[in-house]
């Protein structure tokens, strides 16, 4: 079955540019979409179709998705950011990232 | 705006049955869209269940398939989820969502943009 692969942590400093990537097998022959998470809330998307925002997600978030990774990238890190994202693709069935929990210090 | 609420049992036997509903509103369930779950287990990652159209069409998570139904309703605006012979290992929170998905250029792309706030379900004696 299709894996994606995350790192389980990051840590950036407030206002710095985080970046948080997901690998996979030909990942770039797919679309790739990132959830943000907060403890006790329900995933939120942040990103879809590797590179858009949803109405409501700051600019500060964008996507990228080339080769066998694709990357979340937050520009000038809010301490509000700090939660688990997932990344996601379809491969005949919707696969998840392991997560990767972001810390903002 | 379109919402998901999840309802159902919070405890269930293991060996039992997981039944799960999630009702839809603002918004029509014979839209162009997935009706998907995903289900949490306690401090892991987030896994796909599978998902329903309304035509009936479904796709379910293979390593899951064996045990799960996920039917329809459309004069109730709703979906559910049935997950049988249960253990502790499906102890998780459940959520529903909605799912889009479609061909751009030449690749499939699949997400969900809206999500219940989730149930947590039990397994235990």
């Known amino acids: 079955s299709y894996e994606l692969t995350q790192p389980p942590s990051v840590s950036v400093s407030p206002g710095q540019t985080a970046s948080i990537t997901c690998s996979g097998d030909k990942l770039g022959d797919k679309y790739a979409c990132w959830y943000q998470q907060k403890p006790g809330q329900s995933p939120v998307l942040v990103i879809y179709?590797?590179?858009k925002r949803p109405s409501g997600i700051p600019e500060r978030f964008s996507g990228s998705n080339s080769g066998n990774t694709a990357t979340l990238t937050i520009s000038g890190t809010q301490a509000l950011d700090e939660a688990d994202y997932y990344c996601?693709?379809?491969?005949?069935?919707?696969?998840f990232g392991g997560g990767t929990k972001l810390t903002v210090l | 705006q379109v919402q998901l609420q999840e309802s159902g049992p919070g405890l269930v036997k293991p060996s039992g049955t997981l039944s799960l509903t999630c009702a839809v509103s603002?918004?029509?369930?014979?839209?162009?869209?997935?009706w998907s779950w995903v289900r949490q287990p306690p401090g892991k990652g987030l896994e796909w269940i599978g998902e329903i159209y309304h035509s009936g069409s479904t796709n379910y998570n293979p390593s899951l398939k064996s045990r799960v139904t996920i039917s329809v309703d459309k004069s109730k605006n709703q979906f559910s989820l049935k997950l049988s012979s249960v253990t502790a290992a499906d102890t998780a929170v459940y959520y529903c969502?909605?799912?889009?998905?479609?061909?751009?250029?030449?690749?499939?792309?699949?997400?969900?943009?809206?999500w219940g706030k989730g149930t947590t379900v039990t397994v235990s004696s």
């Open positions: 996601q693709a379809w491969d005949s069935q919707g696969v």
């Open positions: 603002g918004g029509s369930i014979s839209s162009s869209n997935w």
């Open positions: 969502a909605r799912g889009y998905s479609g061909t751009l250029g030449y690749y499939y792309y699949y997400y969900m943009d809206v």
């Open positions: 179709q590797d590179s």
